[in-house]
């Protein structure tokens, strides 16, 4: 059974904020929500994303949605994609034969530099640096 993901329509809605159309969720939907987001995110991960875009697919305000992500979850919409293009890097890193900067366009970033720069701020290693260190493990 497939659920809407306009959030408006669920039942654990309980009115609109001020006009804007969007929604504001009760405690107990914020689950709904960040399995809205994960879904969201998996699915998209390798594309140009935005906390704005899913916002508007959510029909929730962007500060709200801001709200969500800092509050419950500790990061923002935009760390938490970073996050996870790396973890999916990651796996692709230690299951392929794929060039660092494939890799990297093929998890979403613009450029090799930003992969590279975003990897080592995450885990404290370059990507060749993370793969030669894995596979000596092996």
Same mark, same amino acid.
């Given at each position: 059974?497939?659920?809407?993901?306009?959030?408006?329509?669920?039942?654990?809605?309980?009115? $609109?904020?001020?006009?804007?159309?969007?929604?504001?969720?009760?405690?107990?939907?914020?689950?709904?929500?960040?399995?809205?987001?994960?879904?969201?995110?998996?699915?998209?991960?390798?594309?140009?994303?935005?906390?704005?875009?899913?916002?508007?697919?959510?029909?929730?305000?962007?500060?709200?949605?801001?709200?969500?992500?800092?509050?419950?979850?500790?990061?923002?919409?935009?760390?938490?994609?970073?996050?996870?293009?790396?973890?999916?890097?990651?796996?692709?890193?230690?299951?392929?034969?794929?060039?660092?900067?494939?890799?990297?366009?093929?998890?979403?970033?613009?450029?090799?530099?930003?992969?590279?720069?975003?990897?080592?701020?995450? $885990?404290?290693? $370059?990507?060749?640096?993370?793969?030669?260190?894995?596979?000596?493990?092996?």
């Amino acid at each position: 059974v497939s659920r809407s993901t306009n959030l408006c329509d669920w039942d654990f809605i309980g009115h $609109t904020d001020g006009g804007e159309n969007a929604c504001v969720i009760e405690n107990d939907g914020i689950d709904i929500v960040w399995n809205e987001i994960k879904k969201y995110v998996s699915d998209n991960f390798a594309a140009k994303i935005s906390a704005d875009e899913l916002s508007r697919k959510l029909n929730i305000s962007y500060s709200y949605l801001s709200k969500i992500m800092t509050r419950e979850f500790g990061m923002s919409f935009g760390n938490y994609v970073i996050s996870y293009r790396i973890e999916n890097s990651k796996k692709l890193l230690l299951s392929s034969y794929k060039s660092v900067a494939e890799i990297g366009y093929e998890c979403g970033f613009a450029s090799s530099s930003a992969f590279i720069s975003h990897f080592k701020a995450l $885990t404290g290693k $370059t990507p060749l640096i993370f793969r030669n260190e894995a596979l000596k493990e092996f």
